[in-house]
């Protein structure tokens, strides 16, 4: 009889635990957002490759070795624009120290983008994403959205939201190759 | 607790209410009553009788029915809480903030509390998936404390019960017989598709058991049911994206990696009244424009597979389709729905280069909204150079025209215009029907003469790999809930004792008539003693009794 409570027990415990954890593991689904490759620190940044206003060809990947400041942002985002004049500040700064920034800009008219930078004397690469295929890949919601990418073209942060220059110079710093 | 043991000496375990062998009542409360209670079959329910360890502990309280009832009344109102404003899906604000700033400026102080209490994404709020994860919890555990006792009972049931389980039926009958009395019930009730077993003296009739098992089969149906909504959550199970695309663009498809769509052309037809739809002319009359069709004319693409994000040169047309509303773009496991359009949106204006005074044209230009280009040249050697292009022109800010989306909706122009009688340049700032000139009084201006729009269609993907489970989830439900409803347990005992009196028993879980008509057919061609429906008898004399106090 006693085998018998123990067995019930047991097979009590199994039951009450398989069905929390299920629980659990759904509201941490619901919580992660439900959104397929949804990008997290420490993820190996998806490679892209956009054109600048040159019409130069930038891939993620060709900057391997260096730290990547990619920038998402609009002309008709406020934050974005004021970041703009501090980064291009720290460009200045840590350019010739293996530092690259990418400002991918969504989906506007050449016309804009380089009436916007040229107005601002921007000399990092800006890239138009046009069809919005970075943007999906990176699950891109708010702008501005900052990824550092570090030297080995690994994620280690993501900032969404408007930086100081004491910020974005500080994660220029932390992606800078040794 | 301790086992209770039957006066037929057979040891039942503790919180048993008939005796599993004879079927005698085991409690003081049920020999004492007219009838007994038959759910169960009187065995004991687990749960309720070992409450030792916090498992057991844990268990017991999802046991109980009341437990599952409450957390389905919660969950109601909770549902029913979540119907008052919409969810923030369905709000035309996408951000933390601006979600928050529409509930309080469109419900006022209701909504800043709807939104405070996060009713504002309740069903994906972590109570209400606790919930419902409770709710399976309890439905497989208070099944299977249900399930596994009744099951092992009605497996193990005997032939013979003891006179005072068959006397507190409610179908009941007892009187004299005949020596082939027995042998003539059996085969009147194998007639009637009975299983009959027959065991000394006495015959169990039994027909229909597995309608019990009804309940248990469509709360497995629930559970699948409630897996297939948990996959829901996982990525790569459920999509339900929507994407604006408007006339001429091409973009990547939300959450469907690889794929392209592009919109050719967005249509939206009405009835005419006129030649065929003639029929509809005096509905159209009636209610005004009808619409017949939203149609988007789409080319879906695919990159190559060793492709980028961002290399768009390469694409490759997978197939042009129209999407129609209930006629979805289907490609891969997706489906691309037509939703939702909004009609002429600005894409280019036309202006005449113009001297103020003379009123006379120097030419025309044509500024693509969508792809603005620097400078503009005018037949006569006038130039018009586009110094600043604002699509949604909201203000001034330190001087600079500011844009407040990407979108063309309100587009401002700064331009310098350069004629062979100004060489020099004017300058002036251009919105919609107004004209600034910031550094003085200028001779030429831009004079509008039309604009040219485009359509944006509201197109939907879904894909959503979790139906078929939802599928076979509702209909092992539905199975179940025909099972328990549309067929019934019927039992007869049948007992002879050694003076040949006949004791008669009948016992249904629903359709008590349908019982009745049975046993009537058996009664007839067998002979047996007549039998009264003692819950009827019960419910005269209480209401003989009421009536009686009345006319006192």
């Avoid at chain 1, 998806?46 to 260096?66: A, I, N």
């Avoid at chain 2, 082939?180 to 007639?191: G, H, W």
Wanted: hydrophobic share 35%.
């Amino acid at each position: 009889m006693t085998v018998k409570k123990k067995k019930r027990s047991y097979i009590r415990a199994v039951i009450l635990l398989v069905m929390a954890g299920a629980i659990v593991f759904t509201i941490y689904n619901s919580f992660a957002g439900g959104k397929s490759e949804l990008l997290q620190v420490g993820d190996e940044a998806p490679d892209f490759t956009l054109v600048d206003l040159e019409g130069k060809k930038h891939q993620l990947s060709d900057y391997q070795g260096q730290g990547v400041f990619v920038n998402f942002w609009g002309t008709w985002c406020k934050p974005c624009e004021k970041e703009f004049p501090l980064m291009e500040n720290q460009y200045q700064v840590y350019k010739d120290q293996g530092v690259q920034i990418l400002a991918v800009n969504i989906a506007q008219s050449d016309y804009e983008v380089r009436q916007f930078a040229e107005q601002r004397d921007l000399t990092f690469p800006i890239v138009i994403d046009k069809t919005k295929s970075v943007m999906e890949a990176y699950n891109i919601r708010p702008l501005p959205t900052t990824l550092l990418v570090n030297p080995e073209g690994k994620i280690t942060k993501i900032i969404t939201g408007e930086m100081s220059e004491e910020d974005i110079a500080s994660y220029m710093e932390e992606i800078k190759p040794e | 607790m301790e086992n209770v043991q039957c006066q037929c000496g057979h040891t039942n375990p503790p919180g048993t209410k008939l005796c599993e062998s004879c079927g005698r009542s085991l409690t003081e409360k049920d020999q004492n009553s007219k009838l007994v209670d038959m759910r169960y079959e009187g065995t004991a329910r687990r749960s309720q009788t070992y409450n030792k360890s916090i498992i057991d502990k844990i268990w017991n309280f999802f046991s109980s029915v009341k437990v599952g009832v409450s957390i389905i009344v919660i969950l109601l109102v909770a549902a029913a809480i979540g119907t008052i404003l919409p969810q923030q899906a369905f709000v035309p604000a996408s951000t933390e903030a601006t979600i928050q700033a529409y509930y309080a400026d469109t419900y006022g102080s209701v909504g800043r509390v709807y939104h405070a209490l996060g009713f504002h994404d309740l069903y994906s709020s972590f109570w209400f998936i606790a919930l419902v994860g409770m709710l399976a919890i309890s439905l497989v555990i208070a099944s299977l404390d249900r399930f596994v006792p009744l099951y092992k009972s009605l497996k193990n049931q005997r032939v013979l019960r003891h006179p005072s389980f068959m006397d507190k039926q409610r179908i009941y009958g007892s009187g004299p017989g005949a020596e082939d009395t027995l042998e003539k019930a059996e085969t009147k009730l194998k007639e009637l598709k009975y299983n009959v077993r027959t065991d000394k003296n006495g015959l169990l009739a039994e027909k229909g058991r597995f309608s019990r098992w009804g309940p248990y089969v469509n709360h497995i149906g629930l559970i699948i049911f409630l897996f297939g909504v948990m996959l829901r959550m996982i990525p790569g199970f459920y999509i339900d994206e929507s994407l604006w695309l408007r006339e001429g663009e091409t973009r990547a498809i939300p959450e469907v990696p690889g794929y392209y769509l592009e919109n050719k052309n967005f249509k939206l037809e009405t009835y005419t009244g006129e030649g065929e739809d003639a029929r509809f002319e005096e509905a159209i009359d009636r209610v005004g424009t009808v619409v017949k069709n939203y149609q988007t004319d789409i080319v879906l693409y695919q990159e190559p597979e060793d492709s980028l994000p961002g290399a768009t040169d390469n694409l490759e047309v997978i197939q042009e389709y129209p999407i129609r509303v209930n006629q979805p773009l289907k490609f891969d496991g997706y489906a691309v729905y037509q939703m939702d359009y909004k009609l002429n949106e600005l894409k280019a204006m036309t202006f005449a280069l113009t001297n103020k005074e003379t009123e006379e044209s120097l030419g025309e230009l044509t500024i693509d909204l969508i792809n603005p280009v620097d400078t503009y040249e005018l037949e006569g050697g006038s130039t018009v150079e586009l110094l600043g292009y604002y699509p949604d022109f909201s203000g001034f800010e330190d001087g600079e025209p500011q844009t407040a989306t990407p979108l063309p909706n309100n587009p401002g122009f700064l331009v310098e215009l350069t004629t062979p009688e100004t060489p020099a340049g004017e300058t002036s700032f251009i919105t919609i029907q107004n004209t600034v000139e910031p550094l003085g009084e200028n001779q030429f201006k831009l004079t509008f003469q039309n604009a040219d729009t485009r359509n944006v269609s509201g197109l939907t993907v879904r894909k959503d790999s979790t139906l078929p489970i939802l599928g076979i989830g509702g209909l092992i439900f539905m199975i179940g809930v025909a099972q328990g409803m549309y067929f019934n347990h019927r039992r007869f005992w049948i007992q002879q004792k050694a003076d040949g009196t006949i004791l008669l028993a009948g016992h249904t879980n629903k359709n008590w008539f349908g019982l009745k008509k049975d046993l009537d057919r058996v009664v007839d061609s067998a002979k047996l003693p007549a039998y009264t429906d003692q819950q009827d008898e019960i419910d005269k004399a209480e209401k003989a009794e009421k009536e009686g106090e009345v006319s006192s």
